[in-house]
T-cell receptor, first 111, second 110 residues
Framework: DGGITQSPKYLFRKEGQNVTLSCEQNLNHDAMYWYRQDPGQGLRLIYYSQIVNDFQKGDIAEGYSVSREKKESFPLTVTSAQKNPTAFYLC??????????FGPGTRLTVT | RKEVEQDPGPFNVPEGATVAFNCTYSNSASQSFFWYRQDCRKEPKLLMSVYSSGNEDGRFTAQLNRASQYISLLIRDSKLSDSATYLCVVNGGGSYIPTFGRGTSLIVHP
């Protein structure tokens, strides 16, 4: 079954701790993205990667880091430098017609 | 400057009604257009692509007006299950970076 998986679905952390969100895909898509969504807000791009071992900052990269060591995986680390990390995090890939496919998301709460 | 704009709504309609949403975009080089549906606390899911000639999928019709730089989504015979937020997404000229609207909320009531 092709798709995108994100884990965990819910994540709770104390302020000051780094946390890594997982994103895996078996769609064989080259490009992968991380977005953040806050209540009542649109999606904001954090990082994207068009190919293995390469990634670019999006609009709100400060306080986040990523890696792309494998085509299938694009983990996102939320560092303690991120001022307001509590949000819904979505991972996505892009298809041949530039349509995006999203994982189920991780809801991160930092207290 | 917002690149993709949508009326946030909510659009509150009775079952069976026809409802239409518009979305305007500012980048005239945009080439790919989509409508997504997002349910509360879930990920967005692709509803339909929007083609220049317009396209229909069951009760849903999408249209593109390049001259006026907007796309539209028409939902006929609304169902309770159509209640969701509808996101407009635009991609510019070969770019892999899509631009999302903030979404339009639809509430269909009995």
């Amino acid at each position: 079954d092709g798709g995108i998986t994100q884990s965990p679905k819910y994540l709770f952390r104390k302020e000051g701790q780094n946390v890594t969100l997982s994103c895996e895909q078996n769609l064989n898509h080259d490009a992968m993205y991380w977005y953040r969504q806050d209540p009542g807000q649109g999606l904001r791009l954090i990082y994207y990667s068009q190919i293995v071992n390469d990634f670019q900052k999006g609009d709100i990269a400060e306080g986040y880091s990523v890696s792309r060591e494998k085509k299938e995986s694009f983990p996102l680390t939320v560092t303690s430098a991120q001022k307001n990390p509590t949000a819904f995090y979505l991972c996505a890939t892009v298809g041949e017609r530039y349509e995006q496919y999203f994982g189920p998301g991780t809801r991160l709460t930092v207290t | 400057r917002k690149e993709v704009e949508q009326d946030p709504g909510p659009f509150n309609v009775p079952e069976g009604a026809t409802v239409a949403f518009n979305c305007t975009y500012s980048n005239s080089a945009s080439q790919s257009f989509f409508w997504y549906r997002q349910d509360c606390r879930k990920e967005p899911k692709l509803l339909m692509s929007v083609y220049s000639s317009g396209n229909e999928d069951g009760r849903f019709t999408a249209q593109l007006n390049r001259a006026s730089q907007y796309i539209s989504l028409l939902i006929r015979d609304s169902k309770l299950s159509d209640s969701a937020t509808y996101l407009c997404v635009v991609n510019g000229g070969g770019s892999y970076i899509p631009t999302f609207g903030r979404g339009t909320s639809l509430i269909v009531h009995p």
